[in-house]
């Protein structure tokens, strides 16, 4: 399993509704070595429903990391080069502290007595997880998706200490349709009579069914029309000709019901919908006024933003805003747009350009620093 | 490291050491990659095939997709030392509101372009009456991207039309070779293949020479 650290009484978090959470703990994994001077930490912020557990074996499910494509030695982020710290969100459900976490006022799980948080919360928790690590500098904050999220707070909240940043498929703010598609997921959760207004560890019963139909829906988001039609058109499941009932006839129904029940075995319900909330908060631009370029502004940081022409949750047009308040703050800015069918998942995936995109970035902003090779 | 272009060559030596370059049009990063390496040059790029700019940020290259025409209002004015807009000016749509921009973003903007003035040129529509397709405007009339193409004598009265004074104007010879011409002289205009020049908007001399001379590295 990977590493955790517990900050005390005397160490609480501050959050954006205004109440402290405290003790918490933040659970996270780390790949290489950090040098000698400190100088070679790249964070990973991990996406949604992703956990720590970015490269190598995942010890829960038994499966490689969800980046360990990318992470790895001689990868694009090499651990023979890079010390690469990822941890689990706060909020979430593998080990950092989160709604099913054991309430030290009651004793109970926290359900929804566990106070609201934001993303910006998520990253002065990282933030203070780095510190106790005696981390001061970052060469790299790079994530995808909500990762990405918390890639463009922290340029936000520590320029200082954040040399480079790369997001991907990611955005300043969730819209409407980003809200509205969470909101779909929650309510299944809600609607779900085992949920029990989030008291179902009390009650010993799972929301699974809620929490399922929320990650079907969420799923659909991920992937793009293009990729579903190759992958499955009107395929039958299992059948020559359709059975004029319910079940499952179509392929793609039998697979977004496997994406659904195997997700439930991996994640809390509650997390669910205190994560997908924190991701509708977000926006970065009311921070600063209502100006996104003022959130970067005199940043040192350099930055490259990546979309997938194929991804309509984070579509182009979200990342290029990002892209162009950067340029308009002087900022050092590279934005590449990807071509692939693939949809908003694109960035978990083998992408030639996306991993030729953050090597290059990575081994130029290492090199202008000086990181041995 | 692959030799520049001749052009791109020239507008190498007019960049000192240190400075901050913006290269709008800067295709896969010769030009960007030459200033990194040899002059420390903290250099970005605008490139509006998104194909280059992939391979651009592949090089370590910080660029920018975007479009000459519509991408340059969103810069903020005086952040860059040098903007550089090489070969691409008689593609833009509107190349006035380009060369503005330019001389707005930069405290020096240095423009190459090809001479639609050349005797060459001149003698395809004399003769031939047909539009010319030579070595630097090898496309047909209707499938140029070359849409606004001028004469070095055109492309002067367009910068005193922006308010731009010239600081530096080279003549470009078809096998490479350049040499400093006059902006007014009419011999370049005849023979020269292709002109770069050195420009900054009028009312900014002082405090900018200074920083172009001294090599000095402005804070953001």
Redesign the interface.
């Known amino acids: 399993m990977g590493e955790a650290i517990t900050f005390g009484a005397d160490r609480a978090l501050t959050l954006d509704s205004g109440q402290t959470l405290s003790p918490f703990t933040i659970a996270y994994r780390n790949y290489g070595t950090l040098n000698a001077d400190k100088s070679n930490t790249i964070l990973v912020c991990h996406a949604l429903t992703l956990d720590q557990f970015a490269a190598g074996e995942n010890p829960v499910t038994g499966r490689p990391g969800w980046w360990d494509l990318m992470i790895g030695p001689g990868k694009p982020i090499d651990t023979d080069r890079f010390f690469v710290v990822c941890s689990n969100v706060l909020g979430g459900c593998m080990g950092t502290t989160g709604p099913a976490e054991t309430n030290p006022v009651t004793g109970e799980p926290y359900g929804l007595s566990f106070p609201m948080v934001t993303i910006r919360d998520m990253v002065r928790a990282q933030a203070m997880l780095l510190d106790a690590l005696g981390i001061d500098k970052i060469l790299c904050v790079i994530g995808g998706s909500m990762g990405g999220m918390q890639v463009l707070q922290w340029a936000a909240s520590f320029p200082k200490q954040v040399v480079s940043a790369v997001s991907l498929a990611a955005a300043a703010r969730h819209t409407a349709q980003n809200i509205a598609f969470h909101e779909v997921g929650r309510q299944a959760i809600i609607a779900d009579p085992a949920w029990k207004s989030g008291a179902y560890a009390l009650h010993d019963t799972s929301p699974a069914k809620g929490l399922a139909v929320a990650r079907m829906a969420a799923h659909v988001t991920y992937l793009s029309e293009a990729a579903l039609q190759r992958k499955f058109g009107r395929a039958l499941q299992n059948r020559d000709s359709v059975s004029f009932g319910f079940g499952p006839d179509f392929q793609i129904e039998s697979y977004l019901h496997h994406q659904g029940t195997t997700f439930v075995d991996r994640f809390d319900a509650n997390s669910y919908l205190y994560i997908t909330r924190a991701m509708d908060y977000f926006d970065l631009a009311a921070d600063y006024g209502g100006v996104l370029a003022e959130a970067f502004r005199g940043s040192k940081t350099r930055f490259c933003i990546v979309s997938f022409t194929s991804d309509w949750l984070f579509p182009t047009a979200e990342n290029k805003r990002v892209a162009h308040a950067l340029n308009a703050a002087a900022a050092n800015v590279s934005f590449v747009e990807i071509a692939t069918d693939k949809g908003h998942d694109s960035f978990l995936l083998y992408e030639p350009e996306l991993f030729a995109t953050v090597r290059g970035f990575l081994n130029s902003v290492a090199a202008a620093q000086g990181v041995a090779e | 490291m692959k030799t520049l272009r001749p052009d791109l060559t020239a507008i190498a030596e007019m960049i000192p050491p240190h400075t901050r370059v913006l290269d709008v049009g800067c295709g896969e990063g010769e030009l960007l990659e030459y200033l990194a390496a040899e002059k420390q040059v ?1 250099g ?1 790029g605008v490139e509006l095939s ?1 194909q280059n ?2 391979a ?11 479009d000459a025409d519509t ?1 340059l209002a ?3 004015s005086q ?1 860059f030392d040098i903007v550089i807009l090489s070969q691409t000016i008689q593609a833009t749509r509107a190349p006035l509101a380009v060369l503005r921009h330019l001389l707005r973003i930069g405290r020096h903007t240095i423009v190459s372009f090809p001479n639609f003035g050349h005797w060459r040129v001149r003698l395809s529509l004399l003769i031939a009456g047909r539009m010319p397709n030579t070595a630097t405007l090898g496309h047909r009339w209707y499938e140029t991207p070359n849409i606004h193409l001028c004469t070095i004598a055109d492309f002067v009265a367009m910068s005193h039309e922006a308010g731009a004074t010239t600081e530096r104007a080279i003549a470009l010879s078809e096998e490479g070779r350049t040499r400093p011409m006059r902006s007014d002289a009419w011999a370049p205009n005849l023979f020269a293949e292709g002109a770069i020049f050195m420009l900054r908007a009028k009312g900014l001399q002082a405090a900018s020479a200074v920083s172009i001379n001294s090599g000095r590295r402005p804070e ?1």
């Open positions: 903290d970005r998104q700019v992939n651009c940020v592949a090089r370590g290259l910080s660029v920018v997709q975007g991408d969103e810069y903020p952040v953001a």
